[in-house]
């Protein structure tokens, strides 16, 4: 048994976790969520308490249907992926290797879910869990600049910071973190990654999309894991390479 009095979230002893696990529901809106995700996973740090939540988290994706399972899987996937552990490293894929396990095919379920078809949002949300039970570096924590359509990244030459936009506001590389405002700022075309030319997790990523009904984030995977080229020197890198460095 899980003593919880001696274990630590981000508001002190984790003695209020098991009431807030037992009260959570299926709904997104429950605010119990809210409560969960603010101890286990503030702001991305995790702490004694989020790991030893897993189990109860892998349970309560199992016995709920796999549209219901959203909410556990993700809280899940937040905790693994999390780098930012104040209370000492753990590594989950080894202190919580039957759990993670089990989650990764909770969540290959939870994706083939035809109810996503509508929600790339919530898609793309356990798309990143996936990579985190799966132990792929980076991508479990940086997938969701999907939802919001756009990655800041360091040049790797001369270090500009560029925001790297692929949505609504267009498809270009800039220094102007205003981008979104008018402006005059110079705006440089991505250069896409034809699908053929995908390699590894970006084909992976891009063919699952699609096999899932969802062309629109494959669509923005093509930019992710294609080129850009610097606002301020012109270099040209490559935008997946540069948010993996970001975490490097």
């Not at 359509?149 to 220094?175: H, K, L, Q, R």
């Not at 093509?222 to 080229?229: E, I, K, L, P, R």
């Amino acid at each position: 048994m899980t003593d919880w009095s001696e274990l630590h979230h981000a508001y002190g002893t984790a003695e209020d976790v098991p009431g807030l696990l037992d009260a959570a529901s299926p709904a997104p809106q429950d605010p119990s969520w809210d409560e969960l995700w603010s101890r286990l996973c503030h702001q991305g740090t995790v702490y004694p308490a989020s790991y030893a939540a897993l189990p109860a988290l892998r349970d309560m994706a199992r016995h709920w249907s796999p549209r219901d399972r959203r909410m556990p899987l993700c809280l899940a996937g937040s905790i693994v992926a999390g780098k930012d552990q104040p209370y000492g490293v753990q590594d989950p894929q080894v202190t919580y290797a039957s759990e993670t396990s089990d989650l990764v095919g909770l969540t290959e379920e939870a994706l083939e879910d035809p109810g996503l078809a509508d929600t790339p949002t919530t898609y793309v949300h356990l798309l990143a869990a996936l990579l985190s039970f799966e132990g792929v570096d980076v991508w479990g924590e940086r997938l969701d600049g999907l939802n919001d359509e756009e990655y800041e990244v360091s040049c790797p030459t001369c270090s500009t910071e560029n925001f790297i936009a692929f949505g609504a506001y267009g498809f270009f590389s800039t220094a102007d973190s205003m981008y979104m405002k008018a402006t005059t700022a110079r705006k440089v075309p991505l250069q896409p990654q034809a699908p053929s030319a995908l390699a590894e997790l970006g084909r992976r990523l891009h063919n699952r999309a699609l096999a899932d009904g969802q062309s629109g984030v494959a669509h923005k995977l093509t930019y992710v894991f294609g080129n850009a080229q610097c606002a301020e020197c012109d270099v040209v890198f490559g935008v997946a390479e540069a948010v993996v460095a970001c975490l490097g």
